[in-house]
């Protein structure tokens, strides 16, 4: 098959959706943290962690947003462990976030390991299926490749819009991105940056693990070591790429998957077959440092990102 | 609450946290392996005794802790000069590569030239590595976080088709592995007859390296300015960009020495599984001993002696090793939450 003729296939739109989703929960997750101020390198490990409590949890019985809601739980919990050490201490953000991924990881293969130690190939549980939302899912081209998803794609899409709603349009939005711009302003208005900062960490850190759990509770149906595989740091290129704004960030995420869905189309053509497929692995990796060179000229970084707030200190 | 700076911290003042940090994390381990099912006392007395506990255990760590020694040096450097170098374990490999490419016959010639050839060579590989993403950063504002550590996914892949391609080892079985070294290109034992290789006493003339450039040179001198305040190290006329990028040639470089040690001294060829993440654990090491090289040493040990214990300790007492992970992982946040209490006060207000 040609590669135009990929493009044009609703099966290839409805796999850069899907591969998109968990990245836009997770992106936007990061890219809360980052308004008001915190780089959260925990990332990595909190999806691992989603990935397995959302699926441990439906496993042992619960019903599937039940279990989305435990992986956003265990996903907050990491935020605030985050959060009380980068905010009111002022703790170095990048080691504290390897820390946090390092520890969400081995305790979350720790209790892998001690919830189901003989099994030599992880069970399955029933997934979320695909939703064709009525008259929507009839369009051509459109219909099957976005209005065909399971609910939590659809959740993931229209979390982009309320998190740019609450960004944008709302007093708590404003102070979380005046918390990562200019902290001092904030604290001058009688609000406590340490409240927003710790809230926004919190908040992100459960969408990050929802992100994770979109990977073992509706693209597969069971848990895998090693299965986020370096997502979480790719949405934090994802978050540069959308100079932290939601929508663009969205859009960006959209547009790694389609490439994502793409490579693996292409590795099965017969020009694809000559070339190793670690050349095609490699891709969403290089694509990323690629769209970080280019954005990295005309970022707006929030100007107080990594930057720790002490009151008192002028 | 808000912290306020001690002046002259009391000795107690600098003793007490740390010594917290360890015994929480001590604690937590223990309330981790009785979650499991084990007798805490008996499960940290295995892991001590699985470490240190027999001749054959002390090399084994001795053996564990060496790759780590490097990386956590390559750490170490970057760090003090707030060069966030994640991708210790991409030059590791860089490293391994080079000592396989040169040391499976394409050089023939005696032990002490080929040796020092590939070395030198390698620690090149390792410094060009981190030289992209170091020239990212001062060129484009790129932030090396992300960049080192997409390029440890890219780098490892690019690993794993020459081990499938044109480095496939035809005697393997099958296997992705590389050739075996020819023997002048092997590290010897230290001592005949025991498992420890020169690669050892090269990390420890490393760390001694590292440890004389830190404190007795312009270089490193330089770092640790542009470490403490970018902005001031430039007012003051130092080259900042400039020694962002011999920090991270230096870094690299020691990152990969760790990867010749580990393939020319202990395994004989290189695979995929040559480094169960040596150069994530490096950032643990490095952090645990405050960024100190001489403390790089000590810390690798203890590093190296808590996944030697837990392996063994696994085995007897069926508790996963990746308490191992844990116990690190919270040994690090507490250890850097003790460091900063042992200079501030916490005021509630």
Request: with cysteine; glycine share 10%.
């Amino acid at each position: 098959m040609d590669i135009i003729d990929i493009l044009f296939t609703a099966s290839f739109w409805a796999a850069a959706i899907r591969i998109a989703s968990p990245l836009i929960f997770a992106t936007l997750g990061e890219l809360i943290c980052e308004r008001a101020g915190v780089l959260n390198l925990g990332i990595e490990g909190i999806m691992v962690s989603g990935a397995f409590a959302g699926w441990m949890a439906v496993y042992s019985g619960t019903g599937l947003w039940v279990g989305v809601g435990v992986a956003m739980g265990v996903g907050m919990l990491f935020g605030l462990l985050h959060s009380t050490l980068t905010v009111p201490f002022g703790l170095s953000q990048h080691v504290v976030g390897l820390g946090v991924t390092l520890l969400a990881t081995s305790s979350t293969y720790y209790a892998y390991r001690l919830a189901l130690p003989e099994v030599t190939s992880p069970p399955k549980i029933v997934a979320f299926q695909p939703y064709e939302i009525p008259l929507l899912s009839d369009i051509p081209l459109l219909g099957p490749a976005v209005f065909s998803q399971t609910p939590l794609t659809y959740l993931a899409f229209v979390l982009v819009a309320v998190v740019g709603l609450v960004l944008y349009r709302t007093p708590l939005g404003l102070a979380v991105r005046a918390a990562g711009e200019n902290p001092a302003a904030v604290a001058a208005q009688g609000l406590s940056v340490t409240a927003i900062r710790m809230g926004a960490v919190i908040i992100g850190s459960g969408l990050m693990a929802v992100g994770g759990a979109f990977l073992t509770m509706s693209a597969f149906d069971s848990f895998f070591f090693e299965m986020v595989n370096g997502r979480g740091w790719i949405c934090i290129a994802l978050v540069v790429f959308g100079s932290w704004r939601p929508g663009k960030a969205m859009l960006g995420a959209v547009l790694f998957a389609a490439f994502d869905a793409l490579q693996i189309r292409v590795q099965q053509t017969s020009i694809g077959a000559q070339v190793p497929y670690q050349i095609f692995l490699m891709m969403p990796y290089i694509l990323s440092i690629l769209a970080l060179v280019v954005m990295s000229r005309r970022a707006e970084v929030p100007a107080a990102l990594m930057v720790p707030f002490n009151k008192g200190e002028r | 609450m808000r912290l306020e700076p001690i002046n002259n911290p009391s000795f107690a003042r600098k003793l007490v946290p740390p010594a917290l940090a360890l015994s929480a994390t001590i604690l937590i381990a223990s309330l981790l392996a009785m979650v499991a099912g084990a007798n805490p006392f008996s499960v940290l007395g295995l892991i001590i005794k699985g470490a240190f506990g027999s001749k054959f255990a002390l090399l084994e760590t001795l053996n564990r802790a060496t790759p780590l020694i490097f990386t956590g040096l390559a750490v170490a450097v970057a760090f003090r000069a707030k060069f966030w170098n994640i991708g210790a374990e991409a030059q590791l490999y860089a490293g391994a590569l080079i000592t396989v490419l040169l040391g499976t016959g394409a050089l023939a010639w005696p032990s002490g030239v080929i040796l020092p050839v590939i070395a030198l060579i390698a620690v090149f590989a390792g410094a060009v590595l981190l030289l992209v993403p170091a020239l990212l950063k001062t060129r484009f504002g790129v932030d090396e976080v992300v960049t080192t550590l997409l390029f440890n996914f890219i780098f490892l892949l690019f690993i794993s088709m020459l081990l499938e391609g044109p480095l496939k080892d035809p005697m393997g079985m099958g296997w992705p592995k590389s050739a075996r070294l020819i023997p002048e290109a092997s590290l010897p034992r230290i001592v005949d007859g025991l498992r420890l290789h020169w690669g050892f006493a090269l990390a420890i003339i490393s760390a001694l390296c590292v440890w004389v450039i830190q404190t007795r040179s312009t270089l490193g001198y330089e770092m640790r300015a542009v470490g403490l305040n970018k902005q001031a190290a430039g007012f003051a006329g130092i080259p900042v960009n400039l020694v962002l990028v011999k920090t991270a040639l230096l870094s690299g470089g020691l990152a990969a020495l760790g990867g010749f040690s580990e393939v020319a001294g202990l395994k004989g060829s290189l695979t995929l599984d040559l480094s169960p993440g040596f150069g994530y654990t490096g950032i643990i090491v490095a952090m645990l001993a405050l960024l100190n090289p001489l403390g790089v040493v000590i810390a690798a040990l203890f590093v190296a002696g808590i996944f030697v214990g837990a392996d063994s300790m696994s085995r007897a007492a069926g508790v996963p090793t990746y308490l191992a992970d844990i116990m690190l992982a919270v040994a690090l946040l507490l250890m850097v939450l003790a460091i900063m209490l042992t200079r501030f006060h916490v005021v509630r207000d």
